[in-house]
């Protein structure tokens, strides 16, 4: 049984409805349960996600800064349709519409992922007082070259936005890392994302790298199609 088999097995267990709630809104926190990858993303939270990637597609374009889905977004936009709910035991299944679910966001992931070519660095910075003027709240951060924009100051569903620059062997990188990245696909080719192709997530068309296939299982590994109940396989690269 490979990893990816091995961790479905392990974890996938049908867990209790999750407790109701109130959606939430621009002036308040997201949703208590909005970080935990083993419920589903509610519509509420759903909802301003796509609305904050869109926000931040119509600004990158209107500045003129290049772009494309990465990790999750990416992700969600190949692999949902090659996927059906029966992929996501560990979630609930009553009530669920046959068929493959469509490109879009990942049932139980919480956030967005865009990269940046790090050249167009100075094109965030005009970015910024625009998506702020549409009422998100974009976090700066200077020394990894990000920016994480919010949906608004209170609730932080969020689009991550990294910049990635060539190193001395001419891969692409970013400047900083986190702990959950050693176990996805780091540097990788500026060929790949050079020329940009097109995927189809949350009915919108959006930029992704020339093969996004490729992509996928560079991040994600051999086994990327298997929808695991969390944003890794466990395996470092």
Not at 10 to 20: G, I, T, Y
Not at 149 to 159: D, Q
Request: glycine share 6%.
């Amino acid at each position: 049984m490979n990893t990816a088999a091995r961790l479905r097995r392990e974890m996938s267990l049908r867990l209790p409805k999750a407790p109701a709630i109130g959606p939430c809104t621009r002036q308040s926190a997201r949703c208590p349960d909005a970080r935990d990858y083993l419920t589903e993303l509610r519509p509420c939270c759903r909802s301003h996600l796509i609305e904050t990637m869109s926000a931040v597609a119509e600004v990158f374009k209107e500045v003129g800064c290049k772009w494309w889905a990465d990790y999750g977004t990416l992700l969600g936009a190949v692999r949902n349709p090659l996927t059906t709910w029966a992929d996501y035991p560990w979630l609930p299944q009553e009530g669920r519409p046959e068929g493959p679910i469509p490109p879009g966001i990942i049932p139980h992931d919480k956030d967005c992922d865009v990269g940046v070519l790090a050249e167009h660095w100075h094109l965030i910075y005009r970015a910024i007082p625009k998506l702020r003027r549409r009422g998100f709240h974009v976090v700066l951060r200077t020394w990894s070259r990000s920016i994480k924009v919010r949906y608004s100051e209170k609730n932080h569903t969020n689009v991550d936005v990294f910049t990635w620059a060539p190193t001395a062997n001419g891969a692409m990188a970013r400047r900083t890392y986190i702990g959950i990245d050693k176990y996805k696909g780091r540097e990788f080719p500026r060929s790949w994302v050079s020329e940009l192709s097109e995927v189809e997530w949350e009915g919108l068309r959006i930029p992704a790298p020339r093969n996004p296939e490729q992509f996928c299982e560079f991040r994600y590994g051999p086994d990327w199609r298997t929808p695991l109940p969390a944003n890794n396989d466990g395996v470092p690269r």
